[in-house]
Nanobody, 115 residues
Framework: QVQLVESGGGSVQPGGSLRLSCAAS????????VGWYRQAPGKERELVATLPTGGNTNYAASVKGRFTISRDKNTVYLQMNSLKPEDTAVYYC???????????WGRGTQVTVSS
């Protein structure tokens, strides 16, 4: 099993930047992919970015060119630049684990973009 803990959320003005972090612990050697998702009020959770182990990054069209996902050992980052009000959401860290690709989720961190 894996535990995921996000940090780094907060409030920022439009055009600003934030970096989210996700610390993974437990059986991290069986992680197949990591990713970030977000859920805005009244909307479904949506993919933001994914990074398969040893693979290429994948981004939602709405964040491509502004957000960057990266991984350093057991920590996953989401660098968010040129933030827009529509980026406001709770951001969740995710990993796919083991031979069956079980999903694990963090508790989420709030990002608010407002002037």
């Amino acid at each position: 099993q894996v535990q995921l803990v996000e940090s780094g959320g907060g409030s920022v003005q439009p055009g600003g930047s934030l970096r989210l972090s996700c610390a993974a612990s437990g059986s991290v050697f069986s992680i197949n992919a990591v990713g970030w998702y977000r859920q805005a009020p009244g909307k479904e959770r949506e993919l933001v970015a994914t990074l398969p182990t040893g693979g290429n990054t994948n981004y939602a069209a709405s964040v491509k060119g502004r957000f960057t996902i990266s991984r350093d050992k057991n920590t996953v980052y989401l660098q968010m630049n040129s933030l827009k009000p529509e980026d406001t959401a709770v951001y969740y860290c995710n990993c796919r684990w083991g031979i069956y690709g079980r999903d694990y989720w963090g508790r989420g961190t709030q990002v608010t973009v407002s002037s």
